[in-house]
């Protein structure tokens, strides 16, 4: 079982829809998690961190935190094309590292 | 801020050469990660420093690989012996001590191994 672990997707909505991905980690301990979005062929950018149990929102991003089912959510409403890439799931347990899932690939169509 | 860099941004090299790259973080953060990313995966989280100090190196890294950060700001990757498995996207990133997960990435080194 790999620590983070994200459906690879890829994951099709149109324009407008909201777009839900998720994410589960296999370290009880994780205090502190993170969405990265990688648009091809260029580095995984920040979009979004969360530390508590439940919802944080951000313009159209809110992600989710269930710590006691090890589960962590990104939802983009009113997805646009520009969102189109893919994102990244990170958990950072200790302060240190941090470990990534292999990313879920979202295309919004016009 | 101007945000971190790498250099060189791609680099072809033949088997067995050595190659070194190099990351500047940004300015204020003295956490430093290196990472490799292979197509359709995540980074592999390789080694990070905290100012000068080496605090982490993944077990999974052959000891052709080596790390330094000699004066806590900029960094060097260096591989041995290159391999054919070792063609990947390095990637830099830097973040503050008290907010170690909120990381920000370099463009990356792009490295071939032919």
């Known amino acids: 079982q790999k620590e983070v672990e994200q459906n690879s997707g890829p994951l099709s909505v149109p324009e407008g829809a909201i777009a839900s991905l998720n994410c589960t980690y296999s370290?009880?301990?994780?205090?502190?998690f993170f969405w990265y979005r990688q648009y091809s062929g260029k580095s995984p950018e920040l979009i979004m961190s969360?530390?508590?149990?439940g919802d944080k929102e951000d313009g159209r991003f809110t992600a989710q935190l269930n710590k006691a089912s090890q589960y962590v959510s990104l939802l983009i409403r009113d997805s646009q094309p520009s969102d189109s890439a893919t994102y990244l799931c990170?958990?950072?347990?200790?302060?240190?590292?941090?470990?990534f899932g292999d990313g879920t690939t979202l295309t919004v169509k016009p | 801020d101007t945000g971190v860099s790498q250099d060189p941004r791609h680099k072809i090299t033949k088997r067995g050469q050595n190659v070194t790259f190099r990351c500047d973080p940004i300015?204020?953060?003295?956490?430093l990660y290196w990472y490799r990313q292979t197509l359709g995966q995540g980074p592999e989280f390789l080694t990070y420093?905290?100012?000068?100090?080496?605090?982490?190196k993944s077990r999974l890294l052959s000891d052709r690989f080596s790390a330094e950060r000699p004066k806590g700001s900029f960094s060097t990757l260096e591989i041995q012996r290159t391999e054919q498995g070792d063609s990947a996207m390095y990637l830099c990133?830097?973040?503050?001590?008290?907010?170690?997960?909120?990381?920000?990435f370099g463009p990356g080194t792009r490295l071939t191994v032919t």
């Open positions: 420093f905290q100012n000068e100090a080496q605090l982490e």
């Open positions: 370290d009880r301990v994780s205090q502190s």
């Open positions: 300015s204020e953060h003295n956490r």
């Open positions: 990170a958990v950072n347990p200790n302060a240190g590292k941090s470990t």
């Open positions: 969360i530390y508590s149990n």
């Open positions: 990133a830097s973040s503050l001590v008290s907010r170690a997960g909120e990381q920000y």
